[in-house]
């Protein structure tokens, strides 16, 4: 079976609908044709500062939530990044081969030293996509099931594999990324032309798995629209409104076209409590579940450490192989 690998941030209690539109339900998806791999990158989130005890619980709670979704332990291996020490020994290979222009051309690097100001910047946030590079790499994965904000680290993740293939022998898979045709960007509901992120500028905006069904339900009803009446599908003028209908077709599989048709004539009011309703539907499931996983914690460190076995495992043999080509002397 070909493999999958994909991987979200620990940055937070909760995913939130992007997430989870995005890839999650991808993730679940894909697991009765490939053999996934779905990990909690642990090291990513250090590369803007945490708090040590919020982080832990972080973890837990993002891979809770994986299960919660439908991530199915039988069929997919679950294991948390830094638990594998590969990754990190991969990266710094990896980086050896990187250039530093091209690093420096990454649009999310750029975004994020922006907002951090350049001394609050770290060598970790430039380096962020070259371990990314290295989750995928060690695994031999074919597919990654990401929104479109990861679509270039995945171009660079094939240019080093591509690289290090000609430099010093046929080693890595190339893989191809997964973005969703629907999903692929879901917007802030308080700002529709920003994509939705858990450093989102109000609360309000953002949609967590985890929140409560009437707030959930408060955050559709208070989503910004526009002063038309109409309800149709048109990013550029109208970005609020479609956005609604985007997370509308896409968690309940319809085509935009049939929901412009249903909701011809009808008021936002209309579509905001149906999507509300839709939405909590879906997610009120995932949160219910995730809460009673993580009544339990030591049995979900089991879990987590059963997975890592599994992971290690498979990417020992890829380190080694790795070490191997650029000539390292093998230990004995
Ligand atoms: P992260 O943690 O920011 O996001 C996790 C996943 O959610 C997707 N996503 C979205 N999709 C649609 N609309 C949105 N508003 C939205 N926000 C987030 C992301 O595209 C991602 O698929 N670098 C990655 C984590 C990572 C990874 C990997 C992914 C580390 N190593 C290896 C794949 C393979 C990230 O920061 O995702």
New binding site residues.
Partial sequence: RPVV?????P?SDSL?L??Y???LVNWVALQDDYDPIY?V?DL?AITVAQDPAALRANVRATAAQYLAAGVDLERSTLFVQSHVPAHAELAWVLSTITGFGEASRMTQFKDKSARHGADATTVGLFT?PV??AA??LLYGTHL???????RQ?LELTRDLAGRFNSRYGDTFTVPEAMIPAQ?????DLQEPTA???KSAASPAGLVNLLDEPSVTAKKFKSAVTDTEREIRFDPETKPGISNLLGIYAAISRRSIASLEGEYAGRGYGDLKKDLAEVVVEAVSPIRTRTLELLQDPAELDRLLAVGAQKATERAERTLALVYDRVGFLRRR
């Fill in positions: 690998f994909s991987g979200m941030q940055s939130h992007g997430n539109l995005g890839a990990c990158v990513h962020y371990l990314m989750d995928i990654v099931p990401v929104g479109d904000d990861q680290h999903s692929a960007r879901i917007y994509k939705m992120s």
